[in-house]
């Protein structure tokens, strides 16, 4: 999909020992990148756990559906993970 260059470091729960959206994960993921929540990108497909998360920490959270989600703003709503190279380069 000619996404792997945008992708740094991978956190699972069963590493880290807490499930999204518990903070910690989150927070594991920006330590090991070492940078600021606001200059980090999530991308997600589950509202609750990937979406609403990420965007608690400060981060750009971008949510993968094929349905419109009224509660994501559309500028942040992908209709999959091959959208997400051109939306990155539209919003820099």
């Known amino acids: 999909m000619g996404i ?5 470091t991978v956190v699972t729960s069963v590493e880290h020992g807490y499930r999204k959206p ?3 994960i989150y ?10 929540a606001s200059s980090t990108v999530f991308v997600n497909d589950n ?3 990937d979406y609403l ?17 009224d ?10 993970l091959a959208d997400l190279p051109d939306r990155l380069a539209r919003t820099r």
């Open 4 to 8: 792997d260059s945008y992708i740094d």
């Open 22 to 24: 518990h903070p910690s």
């Open 27 to 36: 927070a594991e993921a920006l330590g090991r990148l070492g940078v600021e």
């Open 47 to 49: 509202y609750q756990a």
């Open 53 to 69: 998360g990420p965007k608690q920490m400060g981060m750009t959270a971008y949510h993968i559906s094929s349905k419109p989600n």
């Open 71 to 80: 509660s994501v703003p559309e500028i942040e709503q992908l209709r999959s």
